[in-house]
C-alpha cells in the first residue's frame, strides 16, 4: 500500500444560516457532509463535482482556511486541526494552494518579485538579496524571466498571473498543494500550458495535488485518481482510467456522458438527470441523488448508502451502482 | 484594479475641469501659507489707530480692520491656520478612523458590533455641539481646536474603511496570504490596508474642507483662534460688528472661505471620479 499523506477522516463542514425568526429553529447549510478521503503520497488526487457540491470547501478546510464542524485531518498521520501558533506556521510550510481566479489571488498594490519572495519572508527562511534571488530562481521555474520580477500584476496576462501564484505556492517546497480550479479561469490554449507546467513541477518537487475542477478533461489529464463529490459528499472514487471506463454510480455516469465529444460522426448517448441539484441546507433523505437518479429504488429513499470498494480500488456510495 | 492604475487617473484627472480648478485653488493656498511671511505686504499684528476701517485702497488692497491692521496680511496669514488646522485634525480623524476601520471590518462579530455601536453614538451628537460642548472645558487653543475637530470626525472614515475591510478580506489574495502563513498584522497593513487607501484619500480631501469650515465657524463664535493670532473667522467677527461701515471686513474673508472649501471639495470629488469612473453620480 502506498504512503498516506493526507487522510480526511468524517470531514464535515456546517455553515450556519439565519434561523427562522418564527421557529428559532437553526439550519445549517452542509457543505463538506461527512467524507472520507486519503490523499497518497506523490500522487495527483482529481476532485469534481459540480459548484456548489462543497469540493472547494473541502480544499479550504485541508488548508486551514476553515475549520470543520467535525472530523479529523490527518497530515503525516498527525491531527492538524488542533493545531495553532507555531505549529500552525510549521504545517503552512508542508501544504500551499492555487487559487482559481489569477486576477484576485495577487496583491494589486505588490510586484510579482515581493508576491513570490513573501512566503520566505514571513517564514524567516531568506533575506533582503537572498531572498530577491529565490523569487528570480521561482519566477524562472515557472516560465517568467527575472526581469519581469519588478512588475505589478496588472501588468501580466492571466496565464502569467497564474504562473506567479504558483511560484508563491513553491516558495515555501511544500509536500502538498492544493489546485482549486487552477485553470478554470484561464483560456483554453493557457490551460494546458499551466497543467503542463504543474505536471512538470510536480516531477522535479515531488509535490502531491489535490487538484479541484469542475472540468471533468483537465481532472482526467492531470489525475492518478478521481473522486466524485456531490452534496458534500465523495459518491465514487477511483483510479482515473477505471472511473472513466467504467463509472459505477449513476451520477458519475451522467457527468461522464456530459463530456463534450469533438467528433461529428459519433452521436454521443446522453444521460440525462431529472431536476437541479437541491439544496444543501435540506438534501433529500437517503442518498442525495435519489431524486434525480434514473434508478432509484425505495432503499435509496431510505438509507444512506456507504462508500464501499466494489472493485479493486474502485469506491462507490450507491445502493444499485453498474 | 487590473489596468494601469496611475497613467489612467491623471488622464481622467487631467480632463475634469473642476478637479484641476479645485487643485489650483489647493496649491495656491499652500503657496501663501507657506511664503506667508515673505509674500504678506505688512505685518499682520502692526497697529495703525490713525487708519483704521480703511476701505480697499492701493496701499491696503482688502482695507484695514477696527485696529488698524491689514486685512490682505492677516488673511494670507489666516490662510496658514487654515491649512494648519485642515491638515492636523483630518490626520486625526484618519488615524482614528482607519485603525477602528480596520479593526471592526477584518475581526467582525463582537468587535465589530463594538466599535460600530460607539460610531452611531458618536454620530447621534449634533457634531457642531458636541465641539462647542467641550470646548467650553478647555482652553481656546488652536491646539485643542485640531484635537476636537479630528476626534468628532472620524466616524465617516471608520464606515468607509470598515466596508472596504468587509469586501477585500475575502478576496484571494489575503487568503493566499493566510495560506502562506502571514499574520493578522501583517495582513491588515500590508494585504488590506494600502488597497483601501483610494476611498481614504477621498474621504481626507473632503473632510480638510469640513474641518477648515469648522476651525472658521469656531473662531467666528469666539471660541476657536483668539485674537491676535489671524483667522479667517476672526477676521469675519470683526467684519460682523462693522458690517454697516466696513463690507470689506466681511466680504474677503468669506470669499476666501468659500473658494477655500469648494476647491478641497472639487479636489476630493475630482480625485473619487478619476479613481473609479463607475462611481460617478
Redesign the interface.
Known sequence: MADILVDIRGLRKHFPVKGSPISGRKSAVKAVDGVDLAVYRGETLGLVGESGCGKTTLGRLVVRLETPTSGEILFEGENILGYGGEKLKAFRREVQMIFQDPYSSLNPRRSAGSTIGEPLLVHGISAGRERDEEAARLMEKVGLTREQMGRYPHEFSGGQRQRIGIARALALRPKLIIADEPVSALDVSIQAQILNLLRSLQREFELTYLFISHDLSVVEHMSDRVAVMYLGKIVELAASADLYNRPLHPYTQALISAIPVADPGRMSRRLRTRGDVPSPIDPPAGCAFHPRCSRSSDACRDAVPALVEREKGHFVACHLPG | ?????KTDFWYRFSKNRLAVAGSAVVVLLFVLSIFAPWISPCDPAAIDLKNILQPPSAKHWFGTDQLGRDVLSRMIWGAQISLKVGFVSTGIAIFIGTILGALAGYYGRWVDAVIMRFVDIMLCFPAFFLILAVIAFLEPSIWNIMIIIGATGWMGITRLVRADFISLKE???V?????????DA?IIF??VL??CMASVLVAATLGVAGAILTESALSFLGIGVQPPTPSWGNILTAGKDNIDIAWWLSLYPGLAILVTVLGYNMLGEGIRDSLDPRLRS
Not at chain 2, 484594479?1 to 492604475?5: C, E, I, S, V
Not at chain 2, 487568503?175 to 499574520?183: E, K, L, W
Open positions: 484594479m487590473n489596468r494601469p492604475m478576496r484571494d489574495f487568503q493566499a496570504a493566510r495560506v502562506i502563513g502571514a499574520g501583517r500590508i494585504h494600502p488597497n
